[in-house]
């Protein structure tokens, strides 16, 4: 299974933009990059993926290399709320069978200070 | 109402012991899932139903065993509880198993002493 790497921790001010980075140099043709990220005592939360092509959405922004070996995630203006873990994940599509299944490394804990 | 939710959120109990969580979405989704989140905050993925049918199944000791008695229900039950099952245990809902964005129930801590 392909793997990601992300660095332990980031901090960021409020209100200005983070970029937070994502290697993911044994990626394969046909794997999905996916965030997810996890506020602290609850449940992930989807934030966005793509595939090959930048993808924007209400929560943020994914921009993928061309390469394909690494992306980062874009909040636009942090806030005290986006405090949490956020996890790059690579799934494989339905065809690869049982692999299609989301590997999650141990992502990057961002703190946001005010 | 809430989208996943999972019963019980703490769960105490000592080794040898048989304990089920129970987990319920009300999103309408076909495919649910239970993952194991260990003290270093590794999330691993165990198994994966889709309209009740086990369609991934991880490397798990077979004291884990979960039932999906229909589609908004799975539920995890564990036999012989041993220390290393301590974790939290995340369960969570797709539309489908080709759909990207998975939503997670609030965790169950299971602590095993």
């Known amino acids: 299974d392909a793997k990601t790497t992300q660095p332990n921790s980031m901090e960021s001010n409020e209100e200005e933009p983070v970029h937070l980075p994502c290697n993911h140099s044994t990626i394969s043709g046909t794997d999905y990059i996916h965030w997810y990220r996890q506020l602290p005592s609850q449940g992930p939360e989807y934030v966005i993926h793509?595939?090959?092509?930048?993808v924007n959405n209400r929560m943020a922004s994914l921009a993928i290399a061309e390469d394909r070996k690494s992306s980062t995630l874009i909040l636009h203006r942090a806030t005290l709320r986006d405090a949490a873990v956020y996890y790059c994940i690579l799934r494989a599509p339905l065809n690869a069978g049982n692999n299609r299944k989301l590997i999650w490394g141990l992502g990057t804990s961002l703190a946001v200070n005010p | 109402d809430t989208a996943v939710s999972q019963t019980p959120k703490y769960l105490v109990t000592q080794m040898g012991n048989d304990k089920s969580i129970k987990c319920e979405q009300n999103l309408g989704h076909d495919t649910m899932y239970w993952y194991k989140q260990d003290s270093k905050k590794f999330l691993k993925i165990m198994f994966s139903?889709?309209?009740?049918?086990?369609?991934i199944n991880e490397t798990v000791p077979n004291r884990f065993s979960p039932k999906s008695p229909d589609k908004a229900h799975l539920n995890l039950h564990i036999n012989s509880l041993e220390l290393g099952d301590s974790a939290v245990y995340f369960c969570?809902?797709?539309?489908?198993?080709?759909?990207?964005?998975?939503?997670f129930g609030p965790g169950t801590r299971l602590t095993v002493l």
């Open positions: 969570a809902s797709s539309q489908g198993p080709i759909y990207n964005e998975q939503f």
């Open positions: 793509g595939l090959t092509s930048n």
């Open positions: 139903y889709n309209n009740k049918e086990l369609i």
